[in-house]
């Protein structure tokens, strides 16, 4: 079949856009909570336990690795058996690192307005978003109580409840499953602050966002069509 030659008065800006060239449509937006949507900060929490010098010395210890301790409770590990560990085997920790569960609401320092903005808009457009967090089953009620947001999400993947944890390519395979019935991770967007997550993220199949607090994120989502309000 021949096109019609267009009419001399007929400019190229003016022909249909070719669907095959249009960005694909998104099926959903998953979002991180820590540090995308809601502060934390762990050293607000030991602080209130054992005082800031200790809390200073502890988070700085070459001889524990509080990140790596804490990411095996996110990925499942109880809070009372990784305590009783710990303490046995840094016992001049200990003090420090039961304050951390102890006072845990103290690290849940506040949230991203314009990140919970932009989730508000997007919910108020009819975007299926979901959340896919580390976070210990444990510990994960508090945000529930405290962050009335939560609740725009069709469903929050937490990976303590799972047992695996991201970036491990697992989760994004749970994470699969649960939206199944929105789509494919092919055509989701998905926002994390952790380079390595976004990194995973993308290996499956996702189109992941760095989120930096730049005030990008706004204007990242609506380059993907989003139906999002200018800054
Ligand atoms: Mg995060």
Redesign the pocket.
């Known amino acids: 079949m021949t096109s019609p030659t267009p009419a001399d008065d007929q400019q190229p800006w003016d022909e249909p856009v070719d669907e095959r060239f249009s960005p694909s449509p998104v099926d959903a937006v998953v979002f991180?909570?820590?540090?995308?949507l809601i502060r934390?900060d762990p050293f607000a929490a030991v602080v209130a336990g054992v005082g800031a010098a200790e809390a200073t010395a502890f988070f700085a210890a070459e001889d524990f690795d509080f990140g790596a301790w804490n990411y095996q409770q996110d990925a499942g590990r109880g809070w009372e058996e990784a305590e009783t560990e710990a303490s046995r085997t840094h016992p001049h920790w200990g003090p420090a690192l039961r304050a951390y569960r102890e006072h845990f609401p103290r690290s849940l320092i506040g949230v991203f307005e314009d990140t919970v903005t932009v989730l508000r808009e997007l919910h108020e457009a009819g975007v299926p978003l979901f959340a896919l967090?580390?976070w210990s089953e444990e510990l994960f009620p508090e945000a529930l109580r405290r962050f009335d947001f939560l609740e725009l999400f069709e469903d929050i993947v937490v990976s303590g409840e799972e047992g695996v944890a991201k970036p491990d390519p697992e989760i994004f395979r749970v994470l699969e499953e649960r939206m199944r019935h929105r789509g494919s991770l092919e055509d989701t967007v998905f926002i994390?602050?952790?380079p390595r997550?976004v990194e995973a993220a993308t290996a499956a199949g996702m189109d992941a966002i760095l989120?930096t607090d730049t005030g990008h994120l706004r204007e990242d989502l609506r380059a993907r069509g989003l139906p999002l309000r200018r800054a």
């Open positions: 991180d909570l820590g540090n995308v934390w967090t580390n994390d602050d952790n997550n989120f």
